[in-house]
Nanobody, 114 residues
């Protein structure tokens, strides 16, 4: 079992920045990929960014150049630095870890509004 705890969401103006953190605990040795997904009201959950144990990353086209995912393998913590935020980035952001199966955090709300 893997437990994920997110932090760092909130309200920010367009053009602003936020940094999300996700700490994993439990059976962390078997995690090989961690990432962030988001779900806006009325929409499906979508991949934002993910990183594997080798540091390989991939991003949704909508966030490339604005968001950066990074990870601390020793602490099994993953971060999402979000810059140049837009109103369309408003969503609940979920941390995800894959360790034979997918595990999810409880989600953290990000609201981009003036």
């Amino acid at each position: 079992q893997v437990q994920l705890v997110e932090s760092g969401g909130g309200l920010v103006q367009p053009g602003g920045s936020l940094r999300l953190s996700c700490a994993a605990s439990g059976s962390i040795a078997s995690i090989n990929v961690m990432g962030w997904y988001r779900q806006a009201p009325g929409k499906q959950r979508e991949l934002v960014a993910r990183i594997n144990n080798g540091g390989l990353t991939n991003y949704a086209d909508s966030v490339k150049g604005r968001f950066t995912i990074s990870g601390d393998n020793a602490k099994r913590t993953v971060y999402l630095q979000m810059n140049s935020l837009k109103p369309e980035d408003t969503a609940v952001y979920y941390c995800n870890a894959f360790s034979g199966m997918a595990y999810w955090g409880q989600g953290t709300q990000v609201t981009v509004s003036s």
